[in-house]
């Protein structure tokens, strides 16, 4: 599992995350929601080692995270940008392809397996028939499919996500969160997303963690996120929430107009 300690971290005089106690369990599709500046991005960029910590600890499968390599840390931790800018635009069995760097030794080519590897994925994830095709020609949702097979060739026990669906249609929304659904469920690979869709992840996810200010507000099921106080101190606005007419956890409800 990942656990922080007290945490504290920043950019150079700024301080973002302040004092956040957090454990994330690799069987769980986990959310990070909360308003712009919370420190969403922060928070990732720190469980991934790319941001040190000023203050406190952050430890990973019982070993502080500090202590591991670069390469040992691509083997546990995959991560997924909102969107990845490429010097060249490379196929799209090239880009899963990426993902099996961690496990290339030094002057070493392509090997069988990484190639079974990743041609399994692209059937898995139904890209096969867009294997040849450049990135730049894909659909928003198709990218991000790519994006995510990737980070299944890296074989990891966790996946991050910022804001992954945020530029997404809706259909491509509920495509995405049902892949990562579908991954966590099948695999048992710990799902760690950044998003403002709360009803999106209160219906798909098992736990909504709620970021404000840099520290934490709440973790838990989203029947016991989901409500208008909780809500209220994490965006400052009177929300209502209503039960899903299918699954029963509760959605919000935006405010009607006032004239």
């Given at each position: 599992m990942i656990t922080t300690k007290d945490l504290y971290a920043g950019y150079e005089n700024k301080l973002i995350l302040k004092g956040l106690d957090l454990q994330l369990m690799p069987e769980n599709l986990s959310v990070l929601a909360g308003p712009n500046g919370a420190g969403k991005s922060t928070l990732l960029f720190a469980l991934l080692g790319f941001l040190r910590p000023q203050k406190g600890e952050i430890n990973l499968f019982g070993k502080p995270l500090a202590r591991y390599t670069r390469p040992e840390l691509a083997k546990l931790i995959a991560f997924v940008p909102q969107?990845?800018?490429?010097?060249?635009?490379?196929?799209?069995?090239?880009?899963?392809?990426?993902?099996?760097?961690?496990?290339?030794?030094?002057?070493?080519?392509?090997?069988?397996?990484d190639k079974e590897i990743v041609t399994k994925l692209l059937d898995n994830l139904s890209l096969r028939d867009m294997k040849d095709r450049l990135y730049s020609s894909?659909?928003?949702?198709e990218k991000q499919r790519v994006l995510i097979a990737r980070a299944l060739a890296q074989q990891t026990r966790y996946i991050f996500l910022d804001e992954s669906l945020s530029e997404l249609d809706i259909n491509h929304q509920v495509e995405?969160?049902?892949?990562l659904r579908n991954i966590n469920r099948e695999q048992g690979i710990g799902i760690l997303l950044v998003s403002h869709n709360l009803n999106l992840a209160a219906?798909?996810?098992?736990?909504?963690?709620f970021l404000k200010?840099?520290?934490?507000?709440?973790?838990?099921?989203?029947?016991?996120?989901m409500n208008p106080g909780m809500l209220k101190?994490?965006?400052?606005?009177?929300?209502?929430?209503?039960?899903?007419?299918?699954?029963g956890t509760p959605n919000l409800i935006y405010p009607a107009p006032t004239v």
């Open positions: 969107e990845s800018f490429f010097q060249f635009d490379y196929s799209v069995f090239d880009i899963v392809m990426m993902g099996r760097y961690p496990y290339l030794g030094f002057m070493q080519s392509w090997s069988p397996e894909l659909s928003g949702g995405i969160i049902q892949l219906n798909y996810a098992d736990e909504l963690v200010d840099g520290k934490l507000l709440g973790c838990g099921k989203p029947e016991e996120m101190e994490l965006f400052g606005l009177e929300l209502s929430t209503h039960p899903h007419p299918q699954s």
